[in-house]
């Protein structure tokens, strides 16, 4: 099996590319794009490669035919001397995946486990890896909760409540969500009490309480368990007005919910787009190619690698999580001719 081959020589974030007269010419790279077919020339020079809105941090050279390695990114803007595009295709189904470590302190209702929140948008699926636990649900269907032990798979639709219990301090699973890009551009509300919830400026600064990362993400441990501890209260309030009240306690929280992210709208609109529904007409295109006869999407098949998890988890809404980003260090597998 022939592989296409990236090889690092040598970048220094701070410093810029080594010096080597080798390294510093120009290489010619030709490729054909397997997503879409179109062909791509790129010149390596000086140690970067533009990637789209990306470029390689490190100094990278294609050496043979068949997997494409890709080194690290980091957002820039276009500008007018970009030579190509280099395009890692999207996960299967443009799904975003992510391994998390439940949280194992306890909440302030003394349960351990992760933050509750809903998504809007988003399908959400659990593959328990490790470890027992649960994961408690509000809807309009009331309360539940759903036992989780290694090798279950449970899924949630959007507008479903849910709140993460790691029962024997082990708890780790694989997350994999719908519409790959929109939680990371905030479809997600948390279930903080009313009085927050009421004020989108309380809510903002709830539920960011790292504003510099934005999103989920925050600066430490105990801010994470903060956060945490606000949405479980919030949590446990709407259960037991949804014990009194019924579906019309939820209908009241998804209408403050939507209002809270009503502004992202046309922005996830735009992340749909350019994933999910890219995807979408990448199949029909490729559906329609087979029927003509023609095999040129299956000729530029190529494997793609991203590393383990390491010890690169950061405290997020449930627990210590690992991101699979397509945007990051993708490392070669071993190819070796048969």
Sequence with gaps: MECLRVQDVG????????????????????????????????????????????????QSVLTAAGTIVAGEFRAQSESADTKSKVVIPHLPGAVGITNLKVYDTASPDGIRG???????????????????????????EGFKEVMLEPGRLVWFTPGVLHRLVNRDGLLEILIIMQNAGLPEAGDFVLSFSPDIMADPTLYNQAATLAPSTGGDSTASDESAFHRRDLAVIGFNQLREKCATEGPSAMEEFYRTAAALIEPKISHWRQVWKENALHVVSQTETALSALASGHLSNLLQGRIYVLP??????????????????????????????A
Excluded: W
Excluded at 331 to 337: A, L, T, Y
């Design 11 to 58: 970048f220094s974030r701070n410093e810029g590319p080594a010096r080597d007269d080798k390294a510093d010419k120009k290489r010619r790279i030709a490729m054909k794009d397997a997503a879409n077919g179109v062909s791509l020339a790129s010149e390596v020079t000086s140690g970067r490669v533009a990637v789209g809105r990306r470029e390689f941090l490190r």
């Design 114 to 140: 992760g933050c509750p929140h809903l998504h809007l948008a988003c399908t959400e699926a659990y593959v328990v890896l490790k470890g027992k636990g649960s994961v408690q649900t509000l809807s309009c």
């Design 308 to 337: 383990g998890v390491a010890g690169n988890r950061r405290p997020r809404f449930c627990g210590y999580a690992y991101r699979y980003e397509l945007e990051g260090a993708i490392q070669e597998p071993n190819c070796e001719d």
